[in-house]
């Protein structure tokens, strides 16, 4: 969920392109690290700010290290990955992965999977990860992002407020619409949507987070042929897979939330 919703939705893959490189390179880079963080929220009982802060700390690593991006280019693409490849998804596969979330990675686990990254990070960094100026800045930005989860992240509870108002949805969705529609880039919609979804985290109810997932699905997947950025002749394939994906998931959103719904009636 986190490689397609990062990838193939931004248009950073192109669908009909995938090979062997694909796999080796980003793939299994999503698949590994997004395993381990994902053990890392269930082990650490994460909130929904612990989430947002080690998807900017997934979005670091990746732009700043990985792929060695500038300084400020690097925090507004965390930004950006912390809603696409770490939130949003974790929050996706929660509500349709049915059953309970225990951590599912061991010692050797850890330790397969940090190696394999670091053998990723030393091939795309050329042997020197810390090659470039920006890199001592951003590695002082994970450490501070490494003390704010250990510090405020840990809440135990995904959900306990009491929920938002209607006027207050309402207020959401015409300012992120906006947003899109003047700028021409649907990804600012989304870090709107996140950092909302972020600040308004205590107030939130079960119904407020499927409430938030469903922008996310509408302005990530749906509206992703937004984005003056894009290469038109190269977005047919992947926005037609995108939008398969989110209509898949809004139903089975729907079906999911439906479902809930009818047994707490019937407990009632």
């Known amino acids: 969920m986190g490689w397609f919703s990062a990838e193939i939705v931004t248009v950073s893959t192109l669908f009909n392109r995938i090979d062997l490189s694909t796999v080796i390179f980003s793939f299994s880079y999503y698949l590994i690290q997004l395993a381990v963080v994902a053990d890392i929220i269930l082990r650490k009982k994460l909130s929904i700010l612990g989430i947002f802060l080690i998807g900017i700390l997934y979005g670091i690593l990746e732009e700043a ?6 300084f400020f280019l690097t925090l507004l693409l965390a930004l950006g990955h912390s809603a696409v490849t770490v939130t949003f998804p974790y929050l996706l596969t929660n509500f349709l992965i049915p059953g309970e979330k225990r951590p599912f990675l061991g010692k050797i686990g850890y ?12 091939l795309m960094a050329g042997l020197i990860p810390f090659a470039y100026p920006d ?3 951003l590695g002082s930005v994970l450490i501070i992002m490494l003390i704010l989860i250990k510090k405020y992240g840990q809440v135990g509870k995904l959900v306990a407020g009491l929920g938002l108002k209607h006027l207050e949805k309402t207020v959401l969705i015409i300012l992120a619409s906006l947003i899109v529609v003047f700028s021409q880039q649907n990804d600012l919609g989304v870090i709107l949507i996140l950092i909302w979804f972020v600040i308004r985290g205590k107030m939130m109810n079960l119904s407020n987070l499927y409430f938030f997932t469903y922008l996310f699905l509408i302005f990530h997947f749906l509206a992703s042929f937004i984005n003056k950025t894009m290469d038109p002749s190269k977005i047919a394939i992947n926005y037609a897979a995108s939008l398969i994906a989110a209509l898949t998931l809004i139903f089975l959103l729907w079906r999911k939330r439906r479902s809930i719904n009818t047994t707490v009636a019937s407990i009632s």
């Open 135 to 137: 890199s001592l800045i």
């Open 111 to 122: 330790i397969l999977s940090i190696l394999y990254l670091l053998i990723l990070y030393v």
């Open 65 to 70: 290290f990985y792929i060695k991006n500038p």
